[in-house]
């Protein structure tokens, strides 16, 4: 039975997370509750995209880690807003740490809330648009050739036994060896296996959710839109979890009708489907209508909850929103979940700095973190002390406070400014690593 969002004061033991997107088993990943003492520490921190380097500085900064990558975040709850993945040198290694860190922190009571980005259900469902040729070869070992060979030989095969689907395909697939090998590099293979329902990474990350509220901040990928809002947080990731079980339910039944191989991505499914239509309204043979069924349910996907533009995944609106637009629209939209922030990462800000908006209700914290795809982007955290009373930026050679309500609370800046900039926040490069907690702990003077 899947709980609903439970609202979390001060006054309460324990503060309740929604994490539900189920496993094989049916369980969720990650406890339901963590003890929360109304005074420890979230930190936040947005997209990665494989920039392992910049992930772990970031990570030490904020003091949540050691040098050997261990978790010294004592009590803090470490919330990773999506987006660990595709662009960067080294996906592998940013969700092998994140595996790590889920279970170390528990042990010193602390948490790690690690949430659905898009790029990591593009990738359980085989849309590759940003995987790169080093991401393929971080999954290649040895036997890489051979499987890669295998794979072809397998295509072939496929192509054979299928020449009359073959010829209507709307977008000609790979016709030589030579295209098929550059198109699915050694590598390949394996990265398809490792993001399906068994894989290493897949089972983790079908185990995690789009959305969570802690200590009444609403955390996400993307964003919660105005159409999305009347619909509760376990609502929301019931329906990302379902439609995720549902593709893959979906490509299990393809693959038994031997309409497509296993490593097909996204896209060649979608032109096999199309040609497979185009093929049964061209012959005189009885339609299989389960099969017909299936393959419409399946090109419908483009509608999804987790696809969609204004879905949970990949809102841009409070972003693109003017002041004026956005503010009634942020604070409807909290009032509706009786939240009193959202933390979003997803769009990159030009400026390379943690964004507040709408009178400090909603913070974008993607900063573009893989600088060499990101010019001017950098590392960053966002961290919350209090009770939610206060959120200061941390950055590698500086930190910022961004909202205090127990005293000053600095207003919004546009895109290209930040909150205290030139206003004595600069902090020396060898000032060190935040301690456990940061400023939240007092042990760390916050910029004046």
């Given amino acids: 039975m899947v709980r609903a969002p439970v609202w979390v004061t001060a006054k309460h033991l324990c503060v309740f997370f929604i994490l539900v997107l189920a496993s094989p088993a049916g369980a969720w990943a990650g406890p339901a509750s963590v003890s929360a003492g109304s005074t420890e520490p979230i930190v936040a921190i947005g997209d990665v995209h494989g920039d392992f380097a910049d992930f772990v500085a970031i990570l030490r900064r904020a003091g949540l880690t050691d040098q050997q990558n261990h978790w010294t975040g ?5 919330v990773q807003a999506g987006d660990q993945i595709d662009r960067g040198p080294k996906p592998r290694e940013v969700m092998d740490l994140m595996m790590a860190l889920e279970k170390e922190a528990p042990q010193a009571g602390g948490q790690v809330v690690s949430l659905l980005g898009n790029h990591e259900v593009m990738n359980i469902m085989g849309d590759l648009r940003y995987v790169t040729p080093a991401n393929y070869a971080s999954f290649a070992d040895g036997n890489s050739e051979k499987r890669q060979k295998d794979a072809y030989g397998e295509y072939q095969k496929w192509k054979d036994s299928h ?9 000609p ?17 394996e ?26 901040i609403i955390f996400l990928h993307g964003g919660i839109s105005p159409d999305v809002a009347r619909t509760k ?12 079980k549902e593709f893959d339910g979906a490509k299990q039944y393809l693959q038994s009708e031997n309409l497509i191989l296993p490593f097909f991505n996204l896209q060649e499914i979608y032109n096999v489907l199309r040609a ?8 005189r043979v009885p339609a299989n209508n389960e099969r017909q069924t299936k393959i419409q349910e399946f090109l419908k996907h483009e509608d999804w909850f987790s696809v969609r533009v204004d879905g949970p995944l990949w809102f841009r609106g409070y972003d693109q929103w003017s002041e004026e637009e956005g503010a009634p629209q942020a604070s409807k939209i909290l009032e509706g979940y009786k939240a009193t922030h959202v933390v979003v990462g997803h769009t990159v800000q030009k400026s390379g700095r943690i964004r507040p908006r709408f009178g400090n209700k909603v913070f974008l ?34 930190q910022a406070v961004l909202l205090d309500a127990t005293g000053s609370s600095p207003q919004d800046r546009g895109p290209g400014e930040h909150p205290l900039s030139g206003n004595g926040a600069k902090v020396p490069e060898n000032a060190g690593i935040l301690p456990a907690g940061g400023i939240c702990s007092g042990t760390t003077a916050a910029p004046q």
């Fill in 163 to 171: 020449a009359s689907l073959f010829a209507e395909l709307p977008q």
């Fill in 74 to 78: 004592g009590k803090t709850i470490f």
């Fill in 276 to 283: 497979e239509i185009s093929v049964e309204l061209k012959s």
């Fill in 173 to 189: 697939m790979e016709l030589t060896e030579g295209e098929w090998m550059t198109r699915h590099p050694a590598g390949f293979v």
């Fill in 191 to 216: 990265q398809r296996e490792a993001f399906g329902p068994k894989g290493e990474y897949g089972e983790w990350l079908r185990k995690h959710a789009a959305v969570a509220e802690i200590e009444g």
């Fill in 233 to 244: 947080i376990d609502a929301i990731n019931n329906r990302i979890r379902d439609e995720i």
């Fill in 365 to 398: 914290i993607d900063t573009g973190m893989l600088s060499s795809y990101y010019p001017g982007g950098r590392a960053s955290a966002l961290e919350i002390c209090g009770d939610a009373k206060k959120f200061i930026a941390v950055y590698q050679d500086q």
